[in-house]
């Protein structure tokens, strides 16, 4: 593990090296410090196991990867962000606060039931020049606005957005050392579509690539395992959830066990593209579980959520004996 | 010349006969054809040139190119879609009428100016328990809204949005189709930040690529330049006007006029990244027209749909001697 653990810091200290410097460092360092010192004053003398006392941090959201140094063209991966923000608000619900890294422009929380587009398709000029919600819409924005806003404003959620593969590992390094004093209260809950290759910026083109030449071929490198690191250094003693998606069913499973012994992690969801908004499967060190949405065709967050906080709360329970 | 509109054309077939479907097909047809339908009843008899006769299709934003079939990885073109977006406004002050063929999620027209995700950003909760503007956005997020509206009830502005290369290019050719009768009325102003490099869907992996294997290489093929077959088969009499794009200066006007005698645009503009708000180059078979915002720093776009206009306007006078 020692050995695993030092490549892999290798591999990251070569890619933290080569990555563009992150904007707002500072504040977001500072801002995911207070947040996360406001819970810690909550928590209970006795230790017993309160979710008021507990941040999770959810990533949410597809990574870029540039394929030029000024970027004009990028890999991306597919994720509307959905879960991400579906969970963020059932861990609300429960009494978490929620650091959701989100991809710029990915579904936010109490906004999903929102069509696309929805500043132009939810209002609608009204008689006295000013604006007003459409019939159709009103009662979902009104509550969109109203519970983000409250959430926002109570200090329960705390929204960093990304857009790179190299912003985001930055922002999670940042948010796991800052959670780390939350010991076992801390949650990571890593539903983020993160590449797993990229170019690396030392060896990436300075200008567009020209496209008269023929054929284009690439090769990417693979991007170092972090959850190694964010378990192992980082955040050693929180609850780490991580997402595996595919879509061929067959290896699924098999994926998801992999990953669940070789990143020591609580628990791996893993979710079959075509399927993913109806059932997930939980892979623990004690075997899988399948997570289904109840049948009147509510989010299959709400029981995922709950079987996960469950699992965070006898973690906890366990560590304090 | 023949040979090579022979050689794009089989290039296209196999483009086509590989895409998947185009979803809505009928439905963006009918609208099209409605739409450039009620612009033909404005066209004057005496064939001189009126702005409210014409039409102009801007296409916007990038393109994805999907690397799977059932789609986690795709490349994208960066492109926020400010220009198009902007250029659609200054059209519809003009008199044209617009169909704005643009990728979802990118900026739209009078919508520019506002934040980045506007819902959460210009609105909050009021003492009622509905929502309002708030004070410091509440002028544009009013105006933005009324001027759209006003725009799509007017019939002035059709829009249609695409994600992927194969929807961009099935409706950019639905679009042209249906253009065709406006004869020299028809501009094309193609802004969008279109791929070069695609993976035939043939030929597509189904399912995920894997990542455990060690680095991935790929190997692209290019897009048919679709000019060829828009110049010369889908509607040969419009005013056409496509965009370069480049980060190396020094190759961007030799390849801006490469593309006016290879597709026989009537004019391109070339646009180098770092200053393309400041500034840009149309190309003609005149030679080149430098295009600069003005002191007050207002759009580059004002200006530069002012210089196509004219263009237009002569190419229109000239086909009527």
Known sequence: MAALLETEQENADSFFASAPPLQDRELITSDAQKFVSRRLQLEPEDKTSNPRARVVCVTSGGTTVPLERRCVRFIDNFSSGHRGAASTEYFLKAGYAVIFINRRGSAQPFCRSLPEDPLLTCFEPDDKGAI??????????????????????????????????????????????????????????????????????????????????????????????????????????????????????????????????????????????????????????????????????????????????????????????
């Not at 054929?215 to 250094?233: D, F, I, S």
């Not at 780490?240 to 628990?267: G, N």
């Not at 499967?281 to 989010?299: F, W, Y």
């Open 132 to 321: 007003r919600p459409t019939a159709t819409h009103a009662a979902t924005v009104q509550r969109a606005i109203k519970e983000h806003h409250l959430a926002i404003k109570a200090g329960n959620l705390l929204n960093l957005q990304y857009t790179t593969l190299f912003e985001y590992i930055q922002i999670l390094q940042i948010v796991s050392i800052a959670m780390n004093p939350l010991r076992q209260n801390g949650m990571f809950y890593l539903a983020a579509a993160v590449s797993d290759f990229y170019v690396p910026w030392n060896s990436m083109v300075e200008h567009k690539i020209q496209s008269r030449t023929g054929p284009l071929a690439m090769e990417l490198a693979q991007v170092p395992k972090m959850l190694t690191l964010l378990r192992q250094l980082w955040a050693p003693l929180a609850f780490c959830v991580s997402f595996k998606l595919e879509t061929d069913t067959e290896i699924l499973i098999k994926k998801a066990q992999q990953a669940l012994k070789r990143y020591r992690m609580h628990a791996v969801v893993a979710n079959e593209l075509q399927t993913r908004k109806q059932k997930v499967i939980v892979v623990t060190d004690r075997g899988e579980t399948i997570v289904e949405r109840d049948e009147s065709h509510t989010d299959v967050e709400i029981p995922l959520v709950d079987f996960l906080i469950n699992q965070q709360t006898s973690y906890i329970n366990a560590s304090a004996e």
